[in-house]
């Protein structure tokens, strides 16, 4: 096990979804690794953050506010126009709450912590969380002593929070075929681990629960933000060079999905929102990984559009062409579309 000189930074990007944050620090209140700090970064705008902050900092609440401000990660600088230090009630674990200067995506979200980050001691991983999971009490000491054996980039067992009996994925796989993604160990048991063909397959670790060390981070680079939502983890891992992946399969983190933008449906309903940026970003992925095999992956993604239309809903096919040929034009950052179910 390593020492507990290993300090974790964990982040964690909101966009008005106030309950699963708070439920998600609870769980890592529970953990039985205490020694970690929390960075919130809140996309939402500033009624979402004063929601946060009403909601999580309180004498009943989570978190209580904290006095002491001398770290330069307590102010606000570049794209977090505002931080307020906290501490979870009766420990001494702190958290930060940031307000995004603008909508920044989740790569951008995630990097709006990350990059002051990297210009302070005092921490030897990151591990970017989903607001919407749940960290199981031995899962921080289970990642940090799996990456302690030589891994730069770091998953464990992330389950359905309505099946926790089940793996959501040990991990990413990109097809250079067909440019689809590929779930590596879906529906296997809780307990179980991938096979070393399976570990071998896999691109990256699902940006849901990942964690990375802060060699891997300097020598990689911060998370893609071109994306705003989607592939972004696949990009990571794509990078990842000499740093090889590894799986802890005792680390149990539970995950809801797609409670922001609506995703976490049967495909035919997913949000407006999720379909192109699924469609755009596919083929922007494939346009920087797959050189001219992007026209293919273009041709399988049409066949996804038309598989909307069969289905019975023309808009989301409509959606879905659009995602492509802006991805094709290589339309990056933040779309137009709106993220409204159908």
């Known amino acids: 096990?390593?020492?507990?000189?290993?300090?974790?930074?964990?982040?964690?990007?909101?966009?008005?979804?106030?309950?699963?944050?708070?439920?998600?620090?609870?769980?890592?209140?529970?953990?039985?690794?205490?020694?970690?700090?929390?960075?919130?970064?809140?996309?939402?705008?500033?009624?979402?953050?004063?929601?946060?902050?009403?909601?999580?900092?309180?004498?009943?609440?989570?978190?209580?506010?904290?006095?002491?401000?001398?770290?330069?990660?307590?102010?606000?600088?570049?794209?977090?126009?505002?931080?307020?230090?906290?501490?979870?009630?009766?420990?001494?674990?702190?958290?930060?709450?940031?307000?995004?200067?603008?909508?920044?995506?989740?790569?951008?979200?995630?990097?709006?912590?990350?990059?002051p980050l990297l210009g302070v001691l005092g921490w030897d991983s990151v591990l970017v969380l989903n607001p919407d999971t749940e960290v199981e009490r031995r899962s921080l000491s289970e990642l940090i002593a799996k990456s302690a054996e030589g891994f730069g980039m770091v998953g464990g067992s992330l389950v359905f929070d309505s099946a926790p009996d089940k793996i959501i994925n040990y991990g990413l796989h990109w097809s250079r075929t067909?440019?689809?993604?590929?779930?590596?160990?879906?529906?296997?048991?809780?307990?179980?681990?991938?096979?070393?063909?399976?570990?071998?397959?896999?691109?990256?670790?699902?940006?849901?629960?990942?964690?990375?060390?802060?060699?891997?981070?300097?020598?990689?680079?911060?998370?893609?933000?071109?994306?705003?939502?989607?592939m972004e983890d696949l990009d990571w891992g794509r990078r990842r060079g000499k740093y090889r992946i590894g799986f802890a399969s005792k680390a149990l983190i539970r995950h809801v999905g797609g409670t922001t933008i609506g995703s976490a449906v049967a495909p035919e309903k997913r949000s407006h929102l999720s379909i192109y940026l699924s469609a755009r970003n596919s083929i922007l992925f494939a346009r920087r990984f797959a050189g001219w095999r992007w026209i293919c992956h273009f041709g399988v993604g049409l066949l996804f559009a038309a598989r909307y239309v069969l289905k019975g809903s023309l808009s989301a096919g409509r959606i879905a062409l659009a995602g492509l040929l802006d991805g094709a034009k290589g339309k990056t950052g933040r779309p137009d579309v709106a993220p409204r179910p159908h």
Not at 26 to 31: A, E, T
């Open 178 to 230: 067909t440019g689809r993604v590929i779930a590596i160990g879906r529906n296997a048991p809780v307990g179980s681990a991938p096979s070393s063909d399976d570990l071998a397959r896999i691109d990256a670790i699902s940006g849901a629960c990942v964690l990375a060390t802060r060699s891997f981070v300097e020598d990689v680079g911060l998370m893609a933000e071109d994306y705003f939502l989607y």
């Open 1 to 115: 096990m390593p020492t507990a000189s290993v300090k974790l930074a964990v982040i964690i990007v909101s966009y008005c979804n106030v309950d699963d944050v708070d439920r998600c620090l609870k769980s890592l209140g529970r953990s039985d690794w205490d020694h970690f700090e929390v960075f919130i970064c809140e996309n939402g705008g500033e009624a979402a953050y004063g929601k946060l902050l009403t909601a999580l900092v309180g004498a009943d609440r989570t978190l209580q506010r904290a006095s002491d401000g001398a770290s330069a990660l307590d102010r606000p600088h570049k794209r977090l126009a505002s931080v307020t230090k906290c501490r979870f009630q009766n420990s001494a674990i702190v958290v930060r709450l940031g307000l995004a200067t603008e909508n920044l995506g989740y790569g951008g979200g995630v990097n709006a912590w990350l990059e």
